[in-house]
């Protein structure tokens, strides 16, 4: 079956820059979407189709995708960016979507 | 004010099904898509399938074909899934999550099944 590989964790200093990658054979051809979920909450969507960021959410994000390789950028990072990232793709059908194992970031 | 409201909490025993509801409002159901994905305590999301409201097209993740039946209700706007054959690894927070505005702007605010003996 299809999978999306997303490194466990990643660690970066307020104020510094944090990318998130997930790796996947279908992505050069299908989109990506980013979820952002902290504890004890509900996912929220940051990014969907690749690049693409929902009102509301800050510019400090921005997404890009080359080849089998999404990444996810947070520019200055702040201590609200904690928690876990995760990333969505379907498969090279578009009928069966997947998400990446997730990343936590920790703002150190 | 757009959102999606889950049934509540479940406790069944394993071998037997549970239903979960998923009743939208706010934005236009029929033209939207409606996945289910769930989250065992500590561990990741898990992509379980998905509807079309409008054409009711299903797409099931292969792990769990032929044991989640996704269907949905246009006149009360509500997404329903259920789970049969329930084992104790089925142990988790299921949610919904809709197109409203953007994909999968809308989630509920899961729904915690526990299979217990």
């Known amino acids: 079956s299809y999978e999306l590989t997303q490194p466990p964790s990643v660690s970066v200093s307020p104020g510094q820059t944090a990318r998130i990658t997930c790796s996947g054979d279908?992505?050069?051809?299908?989109?990506v979407y980013w979820y952002h979920q902290k504890p004890g909450q509900a996912p929220a969507v940051i990014m969907y189709?690749?690049?693409e960021r929902p009102s509301g959410i800050p510019e400090r994000f921005s997404g890009s995708s080359s080849g089998t390789v999404a990444t996810l950028t947070i520019s200055e990072v702040q201590a609200e960016d904690e928690g876990d990232y995760y990333c969505q793709s379907p498969d090279s059908s578009g009928n069966y979507w997947v998400f990446g194992g997730g990343t936590k970031l920790t703002v150190l | 004010q757009m959102q999606l409201v889950q049934s509540g909490p479940e406790v069944r025993k394993p071998g037997t099904s549970v239903k979960v509801s998923c009743k939208a409002s706010?934005?236009?159901?029929?033209?939207?898509?409606v996945q289910w994905v769930r989250q065992a305590r500590g561990q990741g999301l898990e992509w379980i399938g998905w509807?079309?409201?409008?054409?009711?097209?299903?797409k099931y993740a292969q792990k769990f074909q032929g044991r989640v039946t996704i269907t949905r209700d246009m006149s009360t706007s509500t997404a329903y899934m259920e789970v049969s054959g329930l084992k104790f690894e089925d142990t988790a927070v299921y949610y919904c999550?809709?197109?409203?505005?953007?994909?999968?702007?809308?989630w509920g605010q899961g729904t915690l099944v526990t299979v217990s003996s």
């Open positions: 999550a809709a197109d409203a505005n953007y994909p999968l702007d809308c």
């Open positions: 279908a992505l050069p051809d299908q989109y």
């Open positions: 706010g934005f236009i159901f029929a033209s939207s898509s």
């Open positions: 189709k690749d690049t």
């Open positions: 509807i079309v409201a409008g054409s009711e097209n299903t």
